[in-house]
């Protein structure tokens, strides 16, 4: 039996975000045509893993999605406030914060791109603030 879907996401275990990253799935299309893998700190397991198998393990799973599901598109999606980084705290500024996720979201492109030339890899930042209000940020 063969099924198939769109798009791999990539997010964060935070389960403050699961119900906006639902909609936002749901307002791209993808609601039910997506894989989800799900790890704390999401593009950071690719960049700086805390365990060494963190990598394999992850491009494992999109290496299954392609394979399987015949996905045509990656998303990236960290967040700020990410318990990973250590937080909002963790960083001097939101400049600084938002500068972190991007840059390593970016390189996490970079060696998913150079594994799966084919597929489509999109950056996207979930952005939360002190009201606990999330919007998504797709960066260029
Ligand atoms: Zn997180």
Known sequence: MSHHCRALILHCIDFRFHEA????LKEKG?????D???LAGASKGL????NPTEPEIILRQMEISSNLHKISQIILMNHTDCGAYGGRDGFASNEAEHNQHVGDMRRAKKIILSKFHELEVKIV???INPLEQINFEEIK
Request: net charge positive.
């Open 30 to 34: 993808l609601a039910n045509n997506c």
């Open 47 to 50: 960049i700086s893993p805390k």
């Open 125 to 127: 930042l979930a952005k």
């Open 21 to 24: 990253i639902k909609n936002w």
């Open 36 to 38: 989800i893998v799900s």
